[in-house]
């Protein structure tokens, strides 16, 4: 791949660099895991109030250890987030995918996520 980068005509200053032009695939890929990722975890933080059954199932991940009341939640958000990365960067590594529209769709997970995760939104579901 040689190509001049796609910037240059955008960025004159670009061209004097003579960057080569990769696919924007691997970098939406972690944007959007990043965001599935925190949606995970704000999602399970309110199911876990919601349900008591899913609360047990996810105390069951804390072992021996004083790990505490995160522990199940935090190991299946972070198998979320490496699992889509993982797919997402099969799935795009070598495509041009609009790395803005992957950016706000991250973002709304990752803000969605963190609602999840206040307090008085998840209490509400108790």
Known sequence: MTSTHHDAETVP???DLHLVD???GPGAAA???AGIGIFVLGLLTTLNEM???IHTFLDAFDGD???GPLS???ILATV???GSWAALWVLWRNKDIDIK???WIGLGLGIAGTVLMFPPVFQAFA
């Open 13 to 15: 200053e670009l061209a």
């Open 22 to 24: 990769k696919p924007d």
């Open 31 to 33: 944007i959007l895991a």
């Open 51 to 53: 349900s008591e059954g």
């Open 65 to 67: 250890g004083g790990v």
């Open 72 to 74: 199940g939640k935090t």
């Open 80 to 82: 979320a987030f490496f």
């Open 101 to 103: 529209k992957t950016f």
